[in-house]
């Protein structure tokens, strides 16, 4: 079982950043991919990123690369996501997930999930 709680979410402004964590539980982190997915209100929980578990590579859906880094600390069994040029189109819940050996944008393939930290970018 892995426990995941995010934290660092809250209310911004656009362009502004904010970093997000996400804290994992269990002896095995090294050894599961983390995403990074987003949901806003009225609209399906999507891909944002991801890394491997060794952190040698990462996944970024378009609309946020060049703005967003995912990274890893292993050794703190914690997951970053980096969050830089905000939009309001940012806004949304922000979850944090773990999946066993590969990534993938997928959010289906994930088996444990976080409660979800907001983010809100105001205009």
């Known amino acids: 079982q892995v426990m995941l709680v995010e934290s660092g979410g809250g209310l911004v402004q656009a362009g502004d950043s904010l970093r997000l964590s996400c804290a994992a539980s269990?002896?095995?982190?090294?050894?599961?991919?983390m995403g990074w997915f987003r949901q806003a209100p009225g609209k399906e929980r999507e891909f944002v990123s991801a890394?491997?578990?060794?952190?040698?590579?990462?996944l970024y859906a378009d609309s946020v690369k060049g703005r967003f880094t995912i990274s890893r600390d292993n050794g703190k069994n914690m997951v970053f996501l980096q969050m830089n040029r905000l939009k309001p189109e940012d806004t949304a819940v922000y979850y944090c997930?773990?999946?066993?050996?590969?990534?993938?944008?997928?959010?289906?393939?994930?088996?444990?999930w976080g409660q979800g930290t907001q983010v809100t970018v105001s205009s």
């Open positions: 997930a773990s999946r066993f050996n590969e990534f993938s944008r997928n959010a289906g393939l994930y088996d444990y």
């Open positions: 269990g002896r095995t982190f090294s050894r599961y991919a």
């Open positions: 890394i491997r578990p060794s952190g040698s590579n990462t």
